[in-house]
């Protein structure tokens, strides 16, 4: 589609870099070779709009003969974002589905009551060497979507809004913003997007949401005459109007938030919750390992193993 004037730049100007409300540095941790950087949640916040988890995969290349092999597990009241820059990824659940998850693709997971799902890089991918990079997130549900019924949609790269012009680069990955919307519908309001920026050009925020951030992938952005480098995240005051500006070398990073839930949630391995009670359900349910009549089923085409729960 063509640029839309709302991404005019909106530099900030005088205080403006008090608008940021708090840097993340990720917290690093190595998978053998495979390494993940968790941003989300964080001391300083548990989430950003609905966003409770956000996860940089790589950048990391597997020989031939290796890759990821996330064996099946259970999730409840959230809905899985995983966005890939090279690699692919392939995902199976207990609603049957059997789709290769791969870059600039959308592949939104509703756990909703609950859902078990695997991901691997198995067959032809482990064939030849394979760069894996991309971001998993988490969107938390709204107190009256918790209960949903498990779902899954896959939007290709092909039907995403680009939006291109004066230096920026953004393909809309969720939600409403700079008068684009995403095919793929959430369950709460939210915006995502992935912006690649040339050197000095500026991005203005949606003013329109009331919960924003930044995660900046590669080069430097500045804000308010601040810089900040690759692998941190910027949370935003709410309501200020304000814009992100590439450094010298240019920028790539990730635009989310949107409207912040009624509190926070409760989060205990791959489950999140608005009660501890929900928590405990689901906990005994996955330990029963009723497969055929309990609560979680396995993927069908990935049912001879699982990820037993922690014990903690």
Same mark, same amino acid.
């Given at each position: 589609?063509?640029?839309?004037?709302?991404?005019?730049p909106?530099?900030?100007?005088?205080?403006?870099?008090?608008?940021?409300?708090?840097v993340?540095v &990720?917290?690093?941790?190595?998978?053998?070779?495979?390494?993940v950087?968790? /941003?989300?949640?964080?001391?300083?916040?548990?989430?950003?709009?609905? +966003?409770?988890?956000?996860?940089?995969?790589?950048?990391?290349?597997? #020989?031939?003969?290796?890759g990821?092999?996330?064996?099946? %597990?259970p %999730?409840?009241?959230l809905a899985?974002?995983?966005? =890939? +820059?090279?690699?692919?990824?392939?995902?199976?659940?207990?609603?049957?589905t059997? *789709?290769?998850i791969?870059?600039?693709?959308?592949?939104l997971? =509703?756990?909703?009551?609950?859902?078990?799902?695997? $991901?691997?890089?198995?067959?032809?991918?482990r064939?030849?060497?394979?760069?894996m990079f991309?971001? *998993?997130?988490?969107?938390a549900?709204?107190?009256?979507?918790?209960?949903?019924?498990?779902? +899954?949609?896959?939007a290709?790269? $092909?039907?995403l809004?680009? =939006?291109?012009?004066?230096g920026?680069?953004?393909?809309l990955?969720?939600?409403?913003?700079?008068?684009?919307?995403?095919?793929?519908a959430?369950p709460?309001e939210t915006?995502?997007a992935?912006a690649?920026? /040339?050197?000095?050009?500026?991005?203005?925020?949606?003013?329109?949401?009331?919960?924003?951030?930044?995660?900046v992938?590669?080069?430097?952005?500045?804000v308010?005459?601040?810089?900040f480098?690759?692998?941190r995240? =910027?949370?935003f005051? &709410?309501g200020?109007?304000l814009?992100?500006?590439?450094?010298? #070398?240019?920028?790539?990073l990730? /635009?989310l938030?949107?409207?912040?839930?009624?509190? &926070?949630?409760?989060?205990?391995?791959?489950?999140?919750?608005s009660?501890?009670e929900r928590?405990?359900?689901?906990k005994?349910?996955?330990?029963?390992g009723?497969?055929?009549?309990?609560? +979680?089923?396995l993927?069908?085409g990935?049912?001879?193993?699982?990820i037993p729960?922690?014990?903690?």
């Open positions: 589609m063509s640029w839309s004037p709302l991404l005019d909106q530099i900030p100007i005088g205080d403006a870099v008090d608008a940021i409300e708090a993340i &990720p917290r690093a941790r190595d998978l053998g070779g495979f390494e950087r968790r /941003a989300l949640p964080s001391q300083a916040r548990q989430m950003v709009g609905p +966003f409770i988890f956000f996860d940089q995969m790589g950048p990391a290349e597997f #020989l031939t003969g290796q990821i092999d996330v064996r099946p %597990h %999730h409840i009241g899985t974002v995983t966005y =890939l +820059f090279e690699g692919r990824m392939h995902h199976r659940d207990s609603l049957g059997d *789709q290769w791969e870059p600039g693709a959308v592949n997971m =509703l756990a909703g009551q609950g859902i078990t799902h695997s $991901e691997r890089t198995d067959g032809a991918a064939q030849a060497p394979m760069k991309g971001i *998993q997130t988490w969107l549900l709204p107190l009256a979507r918790e209960d949903d019924p498990a779902g +899954f949609v896959h290709g790269a $092909e039907a809004p680009v =939006l291109e012009g004066e920026k680069l953004v393909r990955i969720l939600g409403d913003a700079w008068g684009a919307r995403a095919p793929v959430t709460s915006f995502y992935d690649t920026l /040339a050197p000095g050009a500026t991005l203005p925020l949606p003013d329109d949401q009331e919960d924003r951030g930044i995660y992938l590669s080069g430097t952005v500045s308010g005459g601040q810089s480098e690759a692998g995240m =910027l949370v005051r &709410p200020d109007r814009g992100v500006t590439a450094g010298p #070398l240019g920028a790539r990730l /635009a938030g949107g409207a912040t839930l009624e509190g &926070p949630r409760h989060i205990w391995w791959n489950f999140v919750a009660s501890k928590i405990e359900a689901a005994e349910a996955w330990r029963a009723d497969w055929m009549h309990g609560r +979680f089923h993927p069908p990935d049912d001879r193993e699982f729960a922690p014990d903690r």
